[in-house]
């Protein structure tokens, strides 16, 4: 059993060194009904191709394939020779083995609409649906666009493009035009799938609106279907664009599978880069199935009469892998929810998991630290007794969050996995497994059965205790297989570090037990409330605006947020710097970028401190942030300068 108290000097010494000491067993009623076993850390070390093999023979094929890895770096091949249509394993093995009338999705909207839908009636949606895209020129290897809010014709809209073996590029609802832009034309989608709107806190967001502001500049989009979500106005421009639901009115209900090779692209997602690009992500189709298969399988223990409900937004790879893929593969009934965690009340969750008897709950770091804040009284006044396991992805979870969420959401009762990964590993890869690792709060523990991640100094040599980076040694399944259209950059951003392992942009530390703790990103990406943003793209941004002549971004450590940006602006000619000017350019970056990437706050400054070969010296902005005292400053150009901004931020 995890243990029942927390002593008050244990509770006072939460974010100390004495996390690191303590650990919560897991409950021998856990481990016994759980779906891994003991043996499959062995198992999978002695060989994990066999594994990973032996996984692979879960979902369903087409045809077999006759090498599990072919690897040459950074080239990995899974399941070589192997055929597939990985709609199969989601949806048709559940019509023919029983799931048939079984919920899939329980869907709700933000007013409180409702709606559930069985594996048949989600099959039949995606057939048609199917259909449809085939009807309107979609054919295999095509892009697909999808920018739509947390409604089932999302996960519909990529099981059919996976259906017909056409690739998805889901773009999150609350990017804006521009950004949706860039995604577009990156990938050349010839078709987006969007709504009239979407409801966020009551508001209502015009994504139809937006996206027509964002193909206007889209030469390879050839038609455009629109969800019908509500009431709201919008322009539909005949020939290019159609109703969703006339459309389906008239598809036919079959949709033969089209089956694909198992490294055929399944889909691109976007995601921050130190560039400023945005990098496409292209994971492709049996490897990654196979790993989301598994991990949905061990991690989430998921049985068949489970409710599980992941949080996330399928705009993101938590909600392709943890909501789409992963629970339809293993037959999951899962809850989908469209809206914020705090509308119209800071209990809505908690209300959902009442009623639903969610037994299964995967959320990140920043919404708990957010339902701390709110206060107990909230979960309190709900049954939330059906909960028998938590989760927690996205950014590092403080020690302190990951006790509240013991204590007062999982009652002590329910293990909690504390779940790393990133878009490029495609799904989880350090992990508690439930029922078998005792945790520790704020550490991840242990790599996935047949996954090795270790720690690594600047040089490539393991580190057995204390800091370095985190490393993946080994190859797996569900990997990124490039970067959309830029080879060189996938080599150079992740294996050029070391010979032959994989750097994915973390700083981590392993303890004596063997505990691994990551720390956070250790580029210039921020995470800030679990989304990866590079400072780069929004510096950029910033310089774009007529008024701003030169802009440098810092990340801070934030309460809620876990980070949050801070951006130091020098305006251009003689323009005075106001409040007016601070939102001005905080919403610019808003609507350049999307809400996500707006700054906490604007410093402006006369000057940026550089060195003398012209590079902004973004440690010193930091430091000046953080109110520290000032580092060696004898590099700068004009020391002078930093004294101005320390006064001018302390005048703030
Ligand atoms: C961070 C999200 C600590 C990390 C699935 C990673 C975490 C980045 C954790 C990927 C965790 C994610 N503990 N840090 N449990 N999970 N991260 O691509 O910095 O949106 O590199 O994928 O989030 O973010 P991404």
Redesign the pocket.
């Known amino acids: 059993m995890p243990k029942k108290t927390i002593s008050k000097s244990k509770k006072e010494n939460i974010g100390g060194l004495l996390h690191e000491k303590r650990k919560f067993k897991p409950s021998a009623q856990f481990s016994k009904q759980a779906n891994a076993q003991k043996s499959i850390y062995a198992q999978a070390k002695k060989d994990p191709i066999k594994f990973w093999d032996s996984m692979a023979k879960e979902v369903i094929w087409n045809k077999k394939w006759t090498k599990t890895l072919q690897w040459k770096t950074p080239d990995a091949k899974w399941f070589v020779g192997g055929k597939l249509n990985i709609t199969e394993t989601c949806l048709d093995r559940h019509i023919a083995e029983g799931r048939r009338n079984k919920a899939a999705i329980i869907w709700e909207g933000e007013p409180g609409d409702k709606k559930t839908i069985t594996y048949f009636e989600l099959y039949r949606d995606v057939n048609k649906f199917a259909n449809v895209l085939k009807s309107l020129g979609i054919k295999k290897g095509d892009r697909v666009a999808i920018y739509l809010p947390m409604i089932p014709e999302l996960v519909i809209g990529m099981l059919a493009c996976a259906r017909i073996g056409a690739i998805h590029s889901v773009i999150f609802g609350g990017f804006s035009p521009d950004s949706l832009r860039d995604r577009i034309n990156d990938s050349e989608c010839k078709l987006l799938i969007t709504s009239d709107g979407a409801y966020r806190r009551g508001q209502i967001l015009p994504l139809k609106h937006d996206a027509d502001i964002a193909i206007a500049d889209c030469p390879s989009i050839e038609n455009v279907v629109i969800v019908k979500r509500g009431d709201f106005l919008l322009r539909v421009k005949e020939g290019r664009d159609h109703w969703y639901h006339r459309l389906m009115q008239d598809a036919k209900a079959y949709c033969k599978p089209t089956y694909v090779d198992a490294e055929h692209p399944l889909f691109i997602l976007y ?1 921050s880069g130190t560039t400023g690009r945005p990098k496409g992500i292209m994971h492709t189709t049996g490897g990654y199935l196979v790993g989301v298969y598994t991990t949905t399988k061990y991690v989430f223990d998921i049985k068949d009469d489970d409710v599980y409900w992941c949080t996330a937004d399928c705009g ?3 909600g392709h892998s943890y909501i789409t893929y992963g629970p339809l593969a293993n037959g999951a009934t899962q809850i989908m929810y469209e809206g914020a965690p705090n509308w119209p009340e800071n209990d809505r969750f908690w209300q959902i998991v009442e009623e639903y008897g969610v037994s299964i709950f995967y959320t990140a770091p920043t919404a708990i630290r957010a339902f701390m804040k709110w206060g107990r009284e909230h979960p309190d006044k709900y049954d939330l007794s059906s909960l028998r396991l938590l989760g ?6 403080n020690p302190e969050a990951w006790i509240w969420y013991n204590e007062v959401i999982g009652n002590k009762k329910c293990p909690i996995v ?7 590993t495609g799904h989880i890869m350090i992990t508690p497994l439930p029922g078998i690792t005792a945790t520790k709060p704020g550490s ?1 523990t242990q790599s996935f059965p047949g996954t090795e991640a270790v720690i690594l100094d600047e040089n490539g040599k393991q580190v057995k205790e204390g800091g370095g980076l985190l490393a993946i040694t080994k190859p797996w399944p569900g990997m990124l297989r490039g970067i959309w259209g830029d080879r060189k950059r996938f080599i150079e951003t992740y294996w050029s570090k070391w010979d032959n392992i994989y750097f ?3 700083g981590a530390k392993i303890d004596k037990d063997k505990y691994l703790w ?1 720390l ?2 250790i580029d210039d990406e921020l ?1 800030i409330s ?3 943003i590079a400072t780069t793209e929004v510096e950029s941004t910033l310089v774009a605006h007529p008024d701003v002549a030169e802009a440098a971004i810092v990340g801070m450590p934030h309460e809620m947020k876990g980070q949050c940006m801070i951006a130091f602006v020098t305006l251009g000619g003689n323009i005075q710097p106001s409040e007016k000017h601070e939102n001005l350019l905080r919403e610019f970056v808003s609507r350049k970028i999307g809400a996500i990437a707006k700054p906490e706050k604007i410093i402006f400054t006369g000057d940026l401190p550089k060195t003398r070969s012209g590079k902004i010296m973004r440690r010193l902005l930091r430091d000046i942030a953080m109110g520290k005292v000032m580092g060696d400053t004898t590099t700068l150009a004009d020391p002078d300068v930093l004294n101005k901004i320390k006064q001018r931020y302390e005048e703030d």
């Open positions: 995601t993101w790879i938590t927690s992805v996205g950014e590092p979870i504390d779940t790393w990964w990133q878009t490029e991840a994915p942009g973390d990551v956070g990103r995470n679990g989304h990866r």
